[in-house]
């Protein structure tokens, strides 16, 4: 079974992909931007393990062997889910996979916001540490004692919902209805309400047409003055030349932003030029750690594809 691991691989990952094929497994390792070694490997390639370049319905069609996507991750809005179902290509996700390391990122998000990182790295490398504005000591403040709003009650805010409460914030949360497992740890709003009463707003649903947009100019003005917006789950659920606006004239305190509309985010998106952005390239969910658990769901899979079994967490 010809495996083709699409993304980037550090030394210490490509020492693991070489330990963990075999059994009638290869796995080929490619670089998301190098498309004509991707082309190359796909016309023989059984099993795609996706990570974020998107699938589509021309990369499907390419691939007359191809009998699996493997998600590594929980979003497959980036699988052309159509062609895969006209072709009879199987996609499977991995929900939990990556759930601690998005967790720990969202936190590492707020708090950046909250205290300003970006700009102090800034003035830190420039030799200004001790030179910076004083204004800037008006953005500067601690999570606890705040309320922070979890929009989506899933498995990250779910794990991220006792160390917020831990270092003193209260939580709100919005989802389609209250969840039982919610109880004595946050409180459910309506998303306007949720907007209105919190003073960091963290997103955490999937992209669909309910969602797409729906942090925009009318949203960020519900947004108390001087909160905060980390976003760790898709860029197209916030309206991002609004949110720029909002935070480039003072309205909003901060964002901590992991994603983006487009991906890669280019030079010219204006999110990039402001000082208090904290931003990362759509890694929250990048660790080892992650990496691993990925590798033991992909790899039964592939396993299972061989044997004819039941896959796991199948999509399509």
């Not at 649903?205 to 947009?213: I, K, L």
């Not at 750690?289 to 039964?300: F, G, H, M, N, Y």
Request: a neutral charge.
């Amino acid at each position: 079974m010809r495996v083709v691991f699409h993304y980037d691989t550090g030394p210490a990952l490509a020492r693991r992909l070489a330990e963990v094929a075999g059994g009638g497994i290869g796995i080929a390792a490619c670089g998301e931007a190098d498309d004509e070694r991707f082309r190359g490997l796909m016309a023989d390639a059984d099993v795609l393990w996706h990570v974020l370049r998107p699938v589509s319905a021309a990369d499907i069609g390419a691939a007359p062997r191809l009998r699996l996507i493997q998600k590594i991750g929980v979003g497959v809005n980036t699988i052309d889910l159509d062609a895969a179902r006209a072709r009879g290509v199987r996609v499977c996700n991995m929900p939990g996979t990556n759930t601690p390391a998005v967790a720990e990122m969202t936190l590492a998000l707020m708090l950046s916001a909250m205290r300003q990182l970006p700009a102090f790295g800034c003035a830190a490398r420039d030799g200004k540490g001790w030179a910076m504005d004083p204004a800037i000591q008006d953005r500067l403040g601690e999570i606890g004692g705040r309320t922070v709003g979890l929009v989506g009650f899933g498995a990250v805010p779910r794990a991220l919902a006792p160390v917020l409460k831990a270092l003193g914030a209260r939580l709100l949360y919005t989802a389609r209805a209250p969840k039982p497992e919610a109880a004595g740890l946050a409180e459910w709003r309506t998303l306007p309400a949720l907007l209105e009463e919190s003073d960091i707003v963290s997103l955490h649903v999937p992209e669909t047409p309910e969602t797409v947009g729906m942090i925009d100019e009318a949203a960020l003005a519900r947004m108390r003055p001087a909160a905060v917006l980390v976003n760790t789950a898709r860029g197209s659920l916030v309206d991002e030349a609004a949110l720029a606006k909002a935070l480039s004239s003072g309205r909003l305190r901060a964002a901590g932003l992991d994603v983006f509309a487009r991906e890669p985010a280019t030079p010219d998106n204006p999110l990039l030029a402001l000082d208090n952005v904290a931003l990362a390239p759509h890694v929250a969910w990048l660790t080892m750690d992650t990496i691993e658990r990925s590798l033991e769901v992909a790899l039964d899979n592939c396993r299972r594809l061989a044997a004819g079994e039941p896959l796991r967490f199948r999509v399509v």
